[in-house]
């Protein structure tokens, strides 16, 4: 029987009419059931309530998602947030310690937005918390009186790093983005390699120097409208094989296994 190759999604904890729910946009399952061709699997934000060994034993890929929540900023020593900003706490104990486990064990790993941002404080890395407001940088905000095809429109052109991740799996020196976050990049973690870069010279991705498998870290949304999009469609398509090969690893070494334990059964 073939296993489909399984990619978590991590949830938001979220409060939908009285309760609270974990739940994941379906802009981020579309592109990985038809851009990865992968089995969609919602993780839901319970941080130590369940393990990080059971969780990575039972997936072959994870997406961390963009959310209109931030990462709580004592979690890279910065200042207090502005009032009213949204927080996910529960998802910052789920997100943060399995970014670093996964990638550590080979786990394939792409990380949009809010993602991108904690791969970034998983690493070491500090956040803007308002870029706009940073001399020097653009504002990288969308306007959200704008129709939703505007927001998620071209709004920037980033220079892809020959060599890299990006460059590898899409060919492009350039790409027009689109740009919908308020906090960024203010120091890069260690372990991680600037991918690409903003006019501003913001960076907008990166991947991990000592990872195993695919690691990488978007700041804009690479699934609106994925495969309409040449640089979306490659790097899901990317993110897709690297999490087949991990599924055809894991299948190969429990063949071995069971070959080992009959192996010694028939000489017992």
Known sequence: MQINTIIGIIADRTKIGLHWSHAASEKYIDPIVDGADALAVILPALGERQSMESILASIDGLLFTGSYSNIEPHRFGGAASAPDTLHDPHRDATALPLMREAVARGVPVLAICRGFQEMNVAF????????????????????????????YGP????????????????????ALVNSLHGQGIA????????????????????????????????QWHPE????????????????????????????????????DVGARLATA
């Open 224 to 259: 609106w409208q994925h495969a309409s999009n040449t640089l979306s469609t490659a790097i899901f398509r990317a993110f897709g094989a690297a999490c087949r090969e991990r599924r055809r690893a894991k299948d190969a070494a429990s063949m071995r296994g069971a070959c």
């Open 124 to 151: 070491g890395g500090t956040l803007h918390q308002a870029v706009h407001a940073v001399p020097g940088l653009l504002d990288h905000r969308e306007n959200k009186a704008d129709p939703i095809e505007t927001q």
């Open 155 to 174: 709004a920037h052109c980033v220079r892809i790093e020959k060599g890299g991740v990006l460059h590898a799996c899409s060919g492009m020196t350039e």
């Open 187 to 218: 120091h890069l973690g260690s372990e991680l390699t600037v991918e690409a870069v903003a006019p501003d010279g913001l960076i907008e991705a990166f991947s991990v120097e000592s990872a195993r498998a695919f690691a990488l870290g978007v």
